[in-house]
């Protein structure tokens, strides 16, 4: 996806965020309680809508992106799986309600 990112310069089409990432056993991960929501990134510039309102706004953002990207990234993943022999199975974005209630678990503000 980074490298798809740099070549289409999405960077200058649509910004760019830098959000905190660790190594959990050789994945990057940003769910993880020490790292933070990336939506208090978000909330700096929105102050004034609130935090869940910003949350619930980043969460719709979200999903377009992946409507956007999922078919293309579906694809990708499929065919990187194939060719190192693995098991390929689709799943759908999150939906709006599941990325609520993972950005409202305690320990994530």
Same mark, same amino acid.
């Given at each position: *996806? +980074? ?8 960077? &200058?089409?649509?910004? #760019?965020? +830098?959000?905190?990432?660790?190594? &959990? ?8 309680? /020490? ?8 909330? @700096? ?9 910003? /949350? #619930?706004? #980043?969460? *719709? ?5 992946? !409507? %956007?990207? /999922? ?6 993943? +499929? @065919? &990187? ?6 098991? !390929? ?9 599941? *990325? %609520?209630?993972?950005? #409202? %678990?305690?320990?994530?503000?």
């Amino acid at each position: *996806m +980074e490298a798809y990112f740099t070549a289409k310069k999405l960077a &200058v089409r649509i910004g #760019s965020l +830098e959000l905190p990432c660790r190594d &959990v056993a050789g994945q990057l991960r940003q769910d993880a309680n /020490d790292v933070g929501v990336p939506s208090r990134l978000i909330l @700096e510039k929105t102050q004034l809508l609130g935090a869940q309102t910003t /949350d #619930s706004v #980043s969460a *719709m953002v979200l999903r377009l992106l992946a !409507f %956007m990207l /999922d078919r293309q990234f579906q694809a990708i993943c +499929e @065919e &990187v799986t194939t060719k190192y022999n693995g098991t !390929f199975k689709a799943t759908a974005p999150k939906g709006h309600t599941r *990325m %609520m209630n993972k950005a #409202s %678990m305690p320990g994530r503000r």
